[in-house]
């Protein structure tokens, strides 16, 4: 069909990354924002920018796999059904468990959710939502009787002040991060709270460096002093609240005074002081949140403390006011719609909401809904590990990675009888352990909804055939589910058909809590297939005006009416702080972990963009000066983290005073398929909050040494030659690093190697140019059939020797080298003679050399940088970089003056 959204070359779909959900339009080849949507107006970041990069063949599973071995969907079909009846025949509905993903689209979750919980009948079903925004979620309910976030963008826009705690949006939501910026105005504040300084402190007018783990010690104390200084909202508390004393009482004892507060959060006095007092001042205040409040073993209580501030205030829901959680994947909101969280059953609905049980079960014309909830992704695992899960299926999600102790995790994976995964790649950490693998349809190739941070419903919308065997996810599970019997309950043709039904149980629910929920897309339930391939964003609760239009709702709960059966709000008392794992004389630091501007989770696709791998090209650790020089570790050297449980995490050390000593950070990107030891969750201990169960994800403790390395190396061949670090001589780490036109591989070792005699076994085959200096430590080496370049070798006595290699991996393009290419393969530098050095601007590939040597002539500003290289003037996002590269590289003379 060819609508308004979809032309012969582009449709108009959504970014299937993070939270802020942008419109994107897209077509075979290419990508570029979408105008229209209400999200980024046109806007996109560089992950966004790069996804038509992203989707090629390399790596795709096209074929279902059983035991290893392709196989047929047919086959594969049985083969999953049969497991699931097995188990539930011998070892009774609760032995089969389900793994979601916030990255499913809703119908998929919703499909997912119906099959497991009503006609499986297990409640083993949880997401990796419950890493991310359970906390989030857990706080929602308690405050609001329902989980839902009352502003939307436009609130960060209109804020007089903005708060971002535990966030780091510059790098995790960038067009979001785009509008807040944008919106700077005269009088407009903006404070950070994060441990480390960020990209996103850039745009602070006061960061609060605190200590990890204190976010409820803050907060508690900026209700205290609201109610000192006659900042509360008497009058919304009085008509909309309940719980203030109690919350004040329990905040008074926890921090009863800004200077007890600067003590426990180790911040200066007049930094809390100014931040209480501008809180107190400005009615259009919004708080962002994200993992620095969530991941952690009080991450509920956090997010609650700030909840409660903004209650007692009044600031909920209102033009530029209110608590904001800032969701992380694109459809964590949708996932939670429709209740694939273990303790929640269908759209809003908890297993103990009143009649909830029975309208579902009405609803899906089943009688095998579950009691009770199931467990929470950590317990998972550990029923997993302990062999009472039988079968486990997980999807779009790679647990292997992405869950504390991963290394346990993993071997709850080996352990496991039937392990079903449907991904979209073949190979990554989980896929490593699938009994039955089966090759899901990707970005581009799908259809169906996904809701974004603010509650806006968009459409993603297919432009792609299906490779292979690909399938979407629903398909794979309502076929599952008709080999299971039950093939009436999951007779669907299309999207459409899961979306009228998701849309219709919403309104069942609000039915079921006598209009008190908020979650209500009903009037879509009528939907014809026509206006579903139309829909246009739209946030709930949706309503349809007289005129038969679809009207969404911007703000919640402005004039109270909470989900709560008095209709008002609760605030949470926050007596004790749970400040997480504390380090210790074996474990002296604190690891924080994150994410990095230009990689997307375990990598399996951002890693496919040459372009979004050279920002940060290899695992790496964050040390404070103090640290690094007490443990004579120096910038480019290898450290070694060791965990408490004996877990290990090898990456390139960055000295930055961005981190508060003591602490160190590392990214949680890298994973066994890029990395010899680069697992950040191999660190961090299975310590989950106690309401939420979410894990810690943000808090572990480790001790830091220096990994000694004779010799580093650089490894270049083409792709797919199938070579493997592990093939060649004992490397002590590697990380690897797809390029354009080569694969490539950065490589250190402490035991001596005879490059002379291994150089063969490295390059894959005989080594036809040769430079050495053996007693240097210095050694090139390249492999060159018929005049084209197979492989490269080059080794020197440290990583900093190592020359920058863009434009080595041009040379790989060539069918045949030329003469210049030749002799420059023997200097091992570049044919113009430039280095570009790291990159910092992805979107137009430009490196921190040409910038300082922009900067050294005279470029002095961020727009001058901008208009003599383009860095910086398409999606914004290394603009922090750009601005400190600034202030190091300005002229001498400049730095004398000032
Ligand atoms: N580039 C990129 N963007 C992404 C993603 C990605 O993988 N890559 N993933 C998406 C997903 S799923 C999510 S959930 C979001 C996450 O988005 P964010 O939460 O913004 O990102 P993180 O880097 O995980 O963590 C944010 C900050 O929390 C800080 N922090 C750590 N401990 C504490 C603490 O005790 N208190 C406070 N106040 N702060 C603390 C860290 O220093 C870090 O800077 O990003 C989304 N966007
Ligand atoms: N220590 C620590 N741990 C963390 C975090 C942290 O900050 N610190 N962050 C946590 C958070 S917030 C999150 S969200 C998680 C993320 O962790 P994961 O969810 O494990 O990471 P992803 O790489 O996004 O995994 C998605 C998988 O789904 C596949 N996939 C993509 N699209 C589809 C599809 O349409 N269908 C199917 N079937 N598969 C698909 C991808 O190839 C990939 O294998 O990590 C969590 N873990
Ligand atoms: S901000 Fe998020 S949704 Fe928007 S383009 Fe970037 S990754 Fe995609
Ligand atoms: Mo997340």
């Keep these: 069909m060819n609508s308004e959204h979809q032309t012969a070359t582009s449709v108009r779909t959504t970014c299937p990354y993070c939270g802020v959900g942008c419109g994107v339009s897209a077509g075979p080849g290419q990508v570029a924002g979408d105008q229209q949507h209400p999200a980024n107006q046109g806007r996109l970041c560089v992950k966004g920018s790069a996804l038509h990069e992203t989707l090629v063949p390399a790596g795709r599973l096209l074929q279902p796999r059983l035991a290893g071995v392709d196989s047929d969907w047919s086959e594969a079909l049985k083969a999953a059904s049969g497991a699931i009846r097995e188990a539930v025949a011998t070892h009774g509905p609760g032995s089969v468990a389900f793994y979601l993903s916030g990255q499913l689209l ?25 890493l991310c925004m359970s906390s989030a979620v857990a706080a929602h309910k308690r405050a609001f009787g329902e989980d839902c ?15 971002l705690a535990g966030s780091n949006a510059a790098w995790a939501h960038p067009v979001l991060y785009q509008r807040m910026k944008a919106a700077s105005r005269q009088g407009r504040r903006v404070v950070v709270i994060d441990p480390r300084r960020t990209a996103t402190a850039e745009l602070a007018d006061l960061h609060l460096k605190l200590k990890p783990g204190t976010d409820t010690i803050l907060f508690n104390g900026l209700l205290v002093w609201l109610a000192d200084n006659s900042g509360l909202d008497q009058g919304y508390i009085a008509r909309h609240c309940h719980g203030f004393e109690e919350t004040l009482e329990a905040a008074t004892q926890a921090a009863p005074s800004a200077r007890s507060v600067a003590e426990q959060c180790d911040l200066p006095v007049a930094d809390v002081e100014t931040f209480y007092q501008w809180f107190a001042q400005t009615p259009r205040t919004v708080t962002g949140f994200s993992q620095g409040i969530n991941q952690a073993s009080a991450g509920t209580d956090k997010c609650n403390s700030i909840i409660n501030c903004h209650l007692a205030t009044g600031r909920v829901g ?87 102790e991963s290394a346990h995790v993993r071997e709850a994976l080996a352990r496991c009888p039937t392990v079903i995964v449907s991904d979209c790649m073949a190979e990554t950490d989980t896929t490593a352990y699938a009994d039955i693998l089966l090759p899901a349809a990707g970005w581009g190739e799908k259809d169906g909804t996904v809701t974004n941070s603010e509650r806006c419903i968009s459409r993603q919308r297919a432009f792609l055939p299906l490779p292979g065997e690909v399938k979407p996810d629903w398909w794979i599970m309502a076929n599952v589910a008709r080999e299971l019997g039950y093939g009436k309950a999951f007779d669907y043709r299309k999207p459409a058909d899961i979306f009228r039904e998701h849309a ?47 009207t969404g709702t911007s703000r919640l709960f402005d004039q109270g009416g909470f989900a709560t059966p008095d209709g008002r709000a609760r605030l949470v008392p926050i007596h004790t702080v749970n400040a997480g794992q504390q380090p210790s004389s074996a474990q002296p630091l604190v690891v924080n972990a994150g994410r990095i501007r230009d990689q997307w989770h375990t990598m399996t696709r951002t890693a496919l963009a040459p372009r979004l791998l050279a920002h940060r090209q290899e695992p790496f650790i964050e040390v404070h000066p103090n640290d690094a020089e007490a443990l004579t570790l120096a910038e480019g050297e290898l450290g070694r983290l060791t965990g408490r449980n004996g877990g290990e995490y090898v990456g390139r050390i960055r000295v930055t005073s961005d981190q508060r000593p003591g602490e160190v950070f590392v990214p949680i990107h890298w994973n066994s398929q890029f990395a010899s030891k680069g697992t950040a969750t191999d660190l961090m201990m299975a310590v ?41 001589s004992p490397a002590g780490y590697w990380a690897r690093q797809p390029l354009s036109h080569s694969e490539s591989w950065w490589l250190a070792g402490n035991q001596p190697v005879d490059w002379e005699l291994e150089a063969d076994a490295w390059l894959g085959g005989a080594a036809q140019v040769v430079m050495g200096d053996v007693a240097c430590g210095r050694f090139r080496a390249a492999r060159i059939v018929d005049g084209q370049l197979q492989a490269v070798l080059l080794v020197a006595p440290s990583a900093s020797e190592l020359p920058d290699l863009a434009w080595l991996d ?29 990159l910092v601007c992805s979107c137009f590939q430009v490196g921190e050399n040409q910038i300082a040597k922009a900067i050294q002539a005279g470029d002095d500003s961020v727009e001058a940088l901008g208009q003599a290289l383009k860095c910086g003037t398409n999606c914004g996002s290394c603009i922090p970089e750009l601005r400190g590269l600034l202030s190091n590289c300005s002229a001498p003379e400049a730095a004398e003056v000032s």
Aim: a negative charge.
């Design 106 to 130: 809703t119908e998929d979750y919703y499909v997912a959710n119906k099959l497991a919980k009503g006609f499986v009948g297990t409640p083993h079903v949880d997401t990796n939502s419950r």
């Design 688 to 728: 989950t909050d106690p309401v939420s169960g979410q894990p810690e994800g943000k808090h572990g403790v480790a001790r830091l040494q220096p990994v000694p390395s004779r010799w580093h190396a650089r490894v270049m061949r083409r792709p797919a030659s199938g070579w493997q670090p592990e093939l060649a």
């Design 318 to 404: 209102l033009p530029g006011a209110g608590p904001f959680s800032l969701t992380g994947q694109p459809n964590a909101m949708g996932g939670r719609e429709v209740g694939g969280l273990a303790n929640t059953l269908a759209a809003h609905m908890d297993y103990d909401s009143p009649g909830a049980r029975t309208s579902v079960a009405r609803f899906w014309g089943t009688d095998r809904i579950p009691e009770v909830p199931g467990l929470k992704a950590v317990e998972l695992f550990e029923a997993v590990h302990r062999g009472e899960i039988k079968v486990l299926w997980i999807m779009g999600t790679n647990p292997a990675v992405s869950l504390p």
């Design 504 to 550: 219709a149980l919403s309104g069942i629910a609000v039915q079921a809590s006598g209009s008190r929920r908020q979650f209500d897309i009903d009037c879509l339930k009528t939907l014809s297939d026509f206006d579903y391939e139309q829909l246009q964003p739209v946030q709930w609760p949706v309503s349809l005006a007289p005129d038969g239009r679809i």
């Design 810 to 838: 041009q040379c790989f393009e060539a069918e045949c080298l030329s003469p210049e290419q030749r002799q420059c393969l023997l200097a091992a530098r570049a044919v113009d003679g430039e280095n570009t050095g790291a």
């Design 149 to 163: 976030v009352p502003g939307c963008y436009e609130d960060v826009e209109r804020a007089d002040l903005l708060v």
